[in-house]
């Protein structure tokens, strides 16, 4: 590269024919050029195509102009601000403060103006005058409108929005230990609500916003970096890969999703690189659980008393000498099951991330480990986490931009009877707080036979696994291109592609007991070990299984955007059309008995036929969708929103696949009236909207006529099971999707000293929800009453929260 930064100029002899043959020179010669333009020439470049080759020039006229200033952003208490953006007004030249708020940066012109943001801080014009070192002191905003806050497709000014939307960063909660961001949105959103039944390692959490709408699925529709995915998707994620969170929670911001955000819409936006030298972060964490509340159970003499009092049985009856051997176990508690196996879990995270770059190149590349283990020795929970996220600004008005990610995981767990779909384990957590109290679970250290009812120390350690392995991989490439011909103007092409795998394994064997000697049924005070063993009963035949699923879908997106002030009118406005296909399907098989070794190997299992089975699935989805929005502000003081999707889905019938989803908000600034005078008031604005969203998440192609594996029959002398098919049932041509009508009244206010108000009250309607009927038909027709549309829910409420800014924390009220 020496003999390159030599000459004013050099080729890189590629014909574009070969560039479109190999798709991943073209993503290295782009990411080249950023990082010559970075590195060899910057910040004075000039990249131009000729035919065939691609120059690379240096602007000598224009180096010899060029002038570096430096300085340092600090908030009103004199804290350094790390990357805070400072901008050349009128250019896209800029860069970011490093850790300790240093800046430096080129600029053509000692009288230009710098601008200087940073997150709920006002953003700040510096006028150079002929400085090189600047110290710029950014002012606390108390409103927070000059933050940007992610809608759909795009972003918004917070001092422009007429929906209800609520959102945050994370770097206030990157250090709490957990692992899913549902858990940690807790209390952190107004208008979310989160809750679990249960605790075991790697289940999420449930996340509803508002208030349901429908008995069928509420989940809201979730986005990372403009493309839907799955609430698994969510939660794979890492908290140090994310930047920000919004939550859409009125139908006039959900409805640009249409048929998929009746429940609310989710938004995420990963982390990106920023303009600057190179910044990495390193966050470690540790943590243990430990229960602050048990349940009080009663005692084991308590449960005996009563037992004497309703019944005389033999076996369900206590003696005096069996009451009087439990009150020396556990000052007559009895055995304590689950303090026997429980142990304190803990969890740790380790995350490192390198971000940095130039005008040209910007580039983020993060990683993380987390582990976590359960209350039992056998539950843990594994992710891994790796993104890289690249920005390359290929000439003055084309930025390319890709985002890599992975992610894996193990999930593991012992498969305890009774709870083989139960990944949560509230079976299992049941059984230890009220087992038999008076039975010991361990005798010298091993697992006695305790009867029919087993042993629950053997079924906890030794009686098998379920281990589910999971890998998502994802890709999205996108183009953006701004229209030189008219100022404003841009369009931007986006390409993701998703593949996930998913395998479950199940090892069910039995596990050893050791017999016992010298007790009664409620009396084992002098119960030894025989020092024979035997087999537990459970599982009545041992088994290996396997499944594996696999999942990919796409989405290409097509989008023009126009952003441009007209005087005192603003106008921000969209077209977009959107493409997506999803193809899932699974296949698994299992075996039982083990006739040589009881291994977790496939070889080791029976290989006569009538001891394997197998089976699978496959299905698919499509949806095609046209979007537009429409955003008008005067003088920021009156505002007005429009948007519409309409829908397409494949589940449904063709005359019914189509649908309109329209919405429209309003907003007044009450503040920036002539007549308005309240001193402590800073800021009133009044919103309202009215839209209309709807749920496609229904059982799918019930609109045709289908047939299913039926339970077959037997015939012949050496009968054999012959598999048949079956009617699938009565069909619903007119079956479509559910629609919600959302109406939302609001009002925001800032005070003067650092308090911010919101209040919305609003209503929603869903309507054609789909359900099953409780007629019956006869049996002789062959078939049930297929669901249909008749179902409708009504929920309304009020939601307001409080935000008081003190230095640079923020506290949340709802």
Not at 5 to 23: G, V
Not at 489 to 498: D, F, H, I, P, W
């Amino acid at each position: 590269m020496k003999k390159v930064d030599q000459q004013r100029s050099f080729h890189l002899a590629c014909p574009y024919k070969d560039l479109l043959k190999i798709k991943l020179t073209i993503l290295i010669m782009m990411v080249f050029i950023g990082w010559a333009k970075a590195n060899v020439y910057e910040p004075n470049t000039k990249v131009s195509f000729d035919t065939g080759t691609i120059t690379v020039k240096k602007d000598l006229e224009s180096i010899e102009q060029s002038f570096v200033v430096k300085g340092t952003v600090t908030d009103n208490y004199g804290e350094p601000l790390p990357g805070a953006n400072i901008m050349e007004k009128g250019t896209s030249n800029g860069t970011q403060t490093d850790f300790d708020g240093n800046f430096q940066l080129s600029v053509l012109d000692l009288e230009a103006i710098l601008e200087v943001s940073y997150l709920g801080f006002g953003t700040k014009e510096v006028p150079l005058k002929g400085l090189t070192i600047l110290k710029i002191q950014l002012e606390e905003s108390a409103s927070g409108l000059d933050e940007v806050v992610l809608v759909g497709y795009g972003s918004q000014s917070k001092a422009t929005l007429t929906g209800s939307i609520t959102n945050m960063t994370t770097e206030k909660i990157a250090q709490i230990p957990s692992a899913d961001l549902t858990t940690l949105l807790a209390g952190r959103l107004s208008g979310v609500t989160v809750s679990s039944n249960t605790g075991m390692p790697g289940i999420s959490s449930d996340l509803t916003i508002r208030a349901r709408g429908t008995w069928n699925n509420a989940t809201p529709v979730y986005v990372i970096d403009g493309i839907v995915k799955s609430k698994a998707d969510f939660d794979a994620l890492d908290v140090n890969e994310v930047e920000e969170v919004s939550i859409l929670k009125d139908a006039a911001s959900g409805a640009i999703y249409g048929a998929r955000a009746a429940n609310g819409v989710v938004l995420v936006n990963t982390k990106k690189g920023h303009s600057g030298k190179p910044t990495i972060n390193y966050i470690s964490t540790y943590s243990v659980e430990k229960p602050t509340i048990l349940p009080d159970m009663m005692s084991g003499i308590d449960i005996a008393n009563m037992a004497n009092t309703i019944s005389e049985t033999s076996w369900f009856s206590w003696s005096q000498e069996d009451l009087d051997w439990l009150r020396t176990v556990n000052n007559g508690y009895g055995y304590d099951y689950l303090d026997e196996v429980y142990k304190d879990p803990y969890s740790s995270r380790h995350a490192v991330s390198i971000s940095g770059g130039s005008d040209a190149v910007k580039y983020y590349i993060g990683g993380s480990i987390f582990k976590q283990t359960g209350f039992l020795e056998p539950i843990t929970y594994d992710k891994n986490n790796l993104r890289a996220n690249i920005d390359v600004k290929i000439s003055n008005n084309l930025t390319a931009n890709v985002n890599l990610a992975i992610s894996n995981s193990l999930r593991q767990r012992m498969d305890p009877p009774g709870d083989g779909s139960d990944w949560g384990g509230e079976g299992l957590w049941t059984k230890l707080q009220t087992w038999n109290f008076y039975d010991p679970i361990f005798i010298d250290g091993k697992a006695p036979n305790l009867g029919w009812l087993g042993n629950v120390g053997g079924l906890i350690n030794n009686s098998g696994y379920m281990k589910n392995r999971g890998q998502n991989q994802n890709a999205v490439l996108s183009l953006t291109y701004n229209i030189p011909t008219l100022e404003g103007l841009s369009a931007k092409v986006t390409y993701a592609n998703n593949q996930s795998t998913s395998d479950v394994k199940i090892f069910q064997k039995k596990h050893t007991l050791y017999e016992i000697t010298g007790h009664t049924p409620h009396d084992f005070s002098q119960v030894k070990l025989t020092g024979q063993t035997v087999k537990s009963n459970w599982p009545s035949r041992e088994s290996l299984s396997e499944t594996a699923y696999f999942n990919r879908s796409y989405q290409f997106n097509t989008q023009i955007n126009f952003k441009r002030a007209f005087g005192y009118h603003g106008i921000d406005a969209l077209l977009a059309y959107e493409q997506s296909e999803g193809f899932n399907n699974n296949f698994g098989a299992g075996r039982y008995d083990f006739p040589v070794l009881v291994r977790d190997q496939w070889n080791q299992t029976s290989g006569v036929p009538e001891d394997s089975w197998a089976g699978g699935s496959e299905n698919e989805t499509g949806r095609l969708s046209y979007v537009g929005r429409l955003n008008y502000d005067f003088k920021s003081k009156y505002l007005l929103t429009a948007s519409f999707r309409y829908d397409g889905s494949l589940i449904f019938k063709p005359s019914e696949r189509w649908g309109l989803f329209p919405s429209v908000s309003a907003g007044w600034v009450v503040s920036e009236e002539k007549f308005f005078d309240i001193n402590f008031i800073e800021r009133l604005k009044l919103r309202a909207s009215y839209g209309t969203v709807g749920n496609d998440a229904v059982d799918p192609w019930r609109w045709q006529e289908q047939y299913v594996g039926g339970t077959g029959y037997f015939l012949g002398q050496s009968p054999r099971e012959v598999k048949g098919i079956q009617y699938g049932g009565i069909t619903n041509p007119l079956m479509t999707w559910e629609t919600s009508e959302s109406t939302n009244f609001g009002l925001d206010i800032n005070l003067t000293n650092n308090l911010s108000f919101t209040l919305d009250v609003w209503g929603k309607r869903t309507k054609d929800i789909l359900g099953s009927q409780l007629d019956e038909l006869s049996s002789t027709v062959g078939g049930n009453i297929p669901n249909t549309n008749y179902g409708e829910m009504k929920s309304n409420g009020y939601l307001s929260s409080k935000i008081t800014r003190i230095n640079q924390l923020t506290l949340i009220r709802a």
